[in-house]
């Protein structure tokens, strides 16, 4: 954790140091240092963040606000993020989630659950790739399914993913940004809502993340408005 820490710690000070030294009074210079700079205190500050959530969901300090979601509408608008964020990804997205579709759920956390799931999905998969979402009632529970067309997962490393900081692909993952926290957070706040998640993968053919909550069935239902999905970037 103290080297994931110092990466962008240590680079935050090169860059410093050199526009202190005279770059900032090159315009061509400063300038690139500068979008250097943010690049590295952004994800400084996102690690951080994923640390103390992490932390607040394992000690029991995070409570859920749950409530009948209709999933669909979630769904569309954590892509929509997603999108933007990765607006060069040239990933194709599918979704099969029926409309009439709801969860007992936190909002904020399910947003949250999605989007480190879709997320890790782009940033893993291939060029041109597509990511699929699914979901079906299976009882009194709900499946969601997060599948993408990437590498895979070895089966040595599926039993590990969920861990904080593993990394399947360590030669890729050093060229891929994350705090490496985000399916830790998930596995966490899935069980929190008493859930279950796991995933499954084909080396060369992509992998699918799976996790259940609780039906709504027979829970009042209305539209479930999103906080501007500004929790949901964990």
Do not use: W
């Not at 890790?120 to 399914?145: L, M």
């Amino acid at each position: 954790l103290s080297h994931e820490l110092r990466t962008p710690l240590t680079a935050i000070l090169a860059y410093a140091e050199t526009l202190m030294g005279g770059a900032i009074d090159d315009v061509e210079n400063n300038a690139r240092f500068i979008e250097k700079l943010y690049k590295h205190a952004a994800r400084m500050n996102e690690l951080i963040s994923d640390i103390s959530d992490l932390a607040a969901i394992e000690s029991g300090k995070v409570k859920l606000a749950t409530g009948p979601v209709r999933l669909r509408s979630v769904v569309s608008e954590v892509i929509a993020l997603a999108e933007a964020r990765h607006s060069d990804c040239g990933i194709a997205f599918s979704v099969s989630v029926p409309d009439d579709l709801f969860v007992m759920a936190d909002l904020t956390r399910l947003e949250q659950i999605l989007y480190n799931l879709i997320d890790n999905a782009i940033k893993f998969n291939k060029s041109g790739g597509s990511v699929t979402i699914t979901a079906k009632e299976e009882g009194s529970t709900v499946r969601i399914d997060v599948e993408d067309t990437g590498a895979g997962i070895a089966d040595a490393d599926l039993p590990r993913v969920f861990e904080r900081l593993y990394r399947a692909d360590k030669s890729r993952s050093r060229k891929i940004e994350g705090t490496g926290l985000g399916l830790a957070i998930v596995k966490h706040l899935v069980q929190a809502h008493g859930g279950e998640v796991y995933a499954a993968s084909e080396p060369g053919r992509g992998s699918r993340f799976t996790f259940t909550l609780p039906s709504a069935k027979g829970h009042p239902q209305r539209e479930t408005n999103s906080p501007a999905l500004s929790g949901a970037e964990k």
